[in-house]
Each structure stands twice: as C-alpha cells, then as structure tokens.
C-alpha cells in the first residue's frame, strides 16, 4: 500500500517494495531523516529481530542490513544462500515467509524473480523490505544512491547524470531511474543496443516530462555531467552466454574517461565492480562508490527504525 503523503513519515508497518511507494516529498522527508541517523547508534531496536532471507548472491545488501539492526540493538537471523533452506525441498515462497514471520518482526528478502518481494507481503502481517526482486527494483539501493548524490552534489535537481552500462538488466538503474523522474534533471542513457533500458521506463520519464538522451556511444552525448553511473553487465539475467560474451566489455571507466568529461563528475557504481571502473580511479576526489557503501548502512538503520516504528530518543 503507498505511503500516506500527508505524514510523509508515517512508515510504521509499512512494506517496502517499490520505489513508487514513495512520492517526491517523502523521498526528500526520507533522506533527510536518514541523515540524523550516521552517526546514531542508541538501541532503539533492542529485542527487535530482523528475518533476513537471501535467495540471490549478496555481500553489501545482506551486511548493510545486518549492521544497521545490530547497530541499533536488533538481532538477525536467516540465510544467505537458499539451498540451506527448506527452499532446496520445494516449499514455496509463500509458505517460508508464513513460517519465518514467526520468528521475527520484519523481514528482508533478495529473490530471482519479478514480484517475489510484492507476493512475500501479501503472505505476511510482517513488514517485507524488497532487497532486490529480479530485474525489477532496489529499492533501498535507490534510497542511498540519492542519499550519496545529494551528500555529494548538494542537490537532487539540475544535474547531468549519466547511467552507463547494462540499462536492460540492472535493477538498481531501474529503481533510481524511476525514482529521478520526481525531480529535474537531464538523464544520458549510455549502454550497448542490446541492453537498452526496456521502454516502461522511457514511457514514465515521457509521462514526467525528463529530458533524456540514449546512445551507445558515451563521447558522442554526454559531457560535463555531474554524475556518472556506471553498472555491472549483469551475466546472471542473460539467457544466452554468447550474448553475454559480445559486450561484457562494452565500457571501462578509466582517467581519460573523467578527464573527457570535464574531470568533475561522482562516478558511482553500486558494486560489485568487475572491469567497469579502473582501479586508478580509486583515489579520484568524485569516486563516491565506497561512500556510497558507508551510506547504505545510514539509511537501512533509517529504513529499519521507520518501518518498525521505533523512532529516534
Ligand atoms: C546490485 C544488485 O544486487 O542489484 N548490488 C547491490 O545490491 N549493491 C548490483 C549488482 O549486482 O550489479
């Protein structure tokens, strides 16, 4: 159900499955509270447990949310590789979140499939956080990818961002992309033809009126941007190796990349990073994606408190 927009932070009990749960003022309510929360370490989740059921690989998602409970009092239990689970036997989504409810007060979950995190809240009373469903949405990558653009930019409008990579597959561009269309900025979609971003998602920006430039080619669109966001060929999603094979290579950020581009832009990345960014670039001023790392626990201790409707003392 969406959030209610005149308590923008009225999250208690809620689900957090999409980016679009969020209107534009409590996306701006959100951030800013989260804010309060880097540094804030009081157990205002003492006796809380968090069921943290990862069907999908993950290091930054799973420890993220597992500090920021632990940072705040909580405790977690779970799995992080599935076939530890009854999963491995056949039981159903539905069923292992109607048993895990038992044993917790809200749960996270990371799926394969499309919706897998909408279906796991309709089988529970519990808050379900989506920790990745498929191709489909990210939504608390999202909440800290603009958390490190605002930290970074000062600002949410008026930007040149550039998404580079596979536009097609990445979950974590869609969710941010749909989320950008709320605010006014203009967007540079660089990626090979065969991972274009699916149309939904230029359909929404149309609808929003974003400015938008597509193209394979990077020089030939975007320069001076104040953002680069570059993303991982996400080979797990592709049907055929061969595909895979083809552009796996498509774009490496290097120096001359970011001198190019007028040597000012954040480049961030929501990791892991294969080949995409040069190790060179580690010590640039704008590579903000071990920033974006620290932030990712800032706003899950927000995300976690809200949704369990433990406010800060
Ligand atoms: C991303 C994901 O799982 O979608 N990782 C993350 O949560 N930071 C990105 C990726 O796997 O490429």
Same mark, same amino acid.
């Given at each position: 159900?969406?959030?209610?927009?005149?308590?923008? %932070?009225?999250?208690?009990?809620?689900?957090?499955?999409?980016?679009?749960?969020?209107?534009?003022?409590?996306?701006?309510?959100?951030?800013?509270?989260?804010?309060?929360?880097?540094?804030?370490?009081?157990?205002?989740?003492?006796?809380?447990?968090?069921?943290?059921?990862?069907?999908?690989?993950?290091?930054?998602?799973?420890?993220?949310?597992?500090?920021?409970?632990?940072?705040?009092?909580?405790?977690?239990?779970?799995?992080? /590789?599935?076939?530890?689970?009854?999963?491995?036997?056949?039981?159903?989504?539905? /069923?292992?979140?109607?048993?895990?409810?038992?044993?917790?007060?809200?749960?996270?979950?990371?799926?394969?499939?499309?919706?897998?995190?909408?279906?796991?809240?309709?089988?529970?009373?519990?808050?379900?956080?989506?920790?990745?469903?498929?191709?489909?949405?990210?939504?608390?990558?999202?909440? %800290?990818? %603009?958390?490190?653009?605002?930290? @970074?930019?000062?600002?949410?409008?008026?930007? @040149?961002?550039?998404?580079?990579? /596979?536009?097609?597959?990445?979950?974590?561009?869609?969710?941010?992309?749909?989320?950008?269309?709320?605010?006014?900025?203009? %967007?540079?979609?660089?990626?090979?033809?065969?991972?274009?971003?699916?149309?939904?998602?230029?359909?929404?920006?149309?609808?929003?009126?974003?400015?938008?430039?597509?193209?394979?080619?990077?020089?030939?669109?975007?320069?001076? *941007?104040?953002?680069?966001?570059?993303?991982?060929?996400?080979?797990?999603?592709?049907?055929?190796?061969?595909?895979?094979? @083809? *552009?796996?290579?498509?774009?490496?950020?290097?120096?001359?990349?970011?001198?190019?581009?007028?040597?000012?832009?954040?480049?961030?990345?929501?990791?892991?990073?294969?080949?995409?960014?040069?190790?060179?670039?580690?010590?640039?001023?704008?590579?903000?994606?071990?920033?974006?790392?620290?932030?990712?626990?800032?706003?899950?201790?927000? *995300?976690?408190?809200?949704?369990?409707? @433990?406010?800060?003392?």
């Amino acid at each position: 159900m969406p959030v209610n927009a005149s308590d923008a %932070l009225s999250l208690a009990g809620r689900d957090l499955i999409s980016v679009r749960d969020f209107t534009r003022d409590e996306l701006i309510a959100f951030l800013d509270e989260a804010e309060a929360f880097e540094y804030y370490t009081s157990p205002i989740l003492s006796g809380m447990v968090m069921g943290s059921l990862f069907f999908e690989p993950s290091t930054r998602t799973n420890l993220s949310f597992s500090s920021a409970m632990q940072r705040l009092g909580g405790s977690v239990l779970g799995f992080a /590789d599935s076939k530890v689970s009854s999963t491995s036997k056949g039981e159903s989504l539905a /069923d292992t979140v109607r048993v895990v409810e038992n044993y917790c007060d809200i749960i996270l979950l990371r799926h394969p499939f499309e919706g897998a995190a909408r279906l796991a809240s309709e089988s529970t009373r519990l808050p379900v956080i989506n920790a990745g469903d498929g191709t489909n949405q990210h939504p608390t990558q999202t909440l %800290l990818d %603009l958390y490190t653009i605002r930290q @970074k930019r000062n600002a949410l409008e008026g930007l @040149k961002i550039a998404f580079i990579g /596979d536009l097609k597959y990445s979950r974590t561009v869609h969710s941010l992309i749909e989320t950008l269309s709320h605010f006014d900025n203009e %967007l540079f979609l660089i990626s090979p033809t065969s991972l274009r971003i699916p149309p939904d998602f230029l359909e929404e920006l149309n609808a929003n009126g974003t400015v938008y430039h597509e193209d394979e080619d990077f020089f030939s669109i975007a320069q001076d *941007v104040d953002v680069l966001y570059s993303t991982r060929i996400q080979q797990e999603r592709f049907p055929d190796a061969v595909e895979y094979e @083809k *552009v796996k290579n498509a774009y490496r950020i290097d120096r001359e990349t970011i001198e190019k581009l007028g040597g000012k832009a954040t480049l961030m990345h929501p990791l892991p990073r294969l080949n995409e960014i040069s190790m060179d670039l580690d010590d640039y001023p704008g590579a903000a994606y071990f920033d974006q790392v620290r932030n990712g626990v800032t706003v899950r201790k927000a *995300v976690l408190s809200l949704l369990l409707g @433990k406010t800060r003392v």
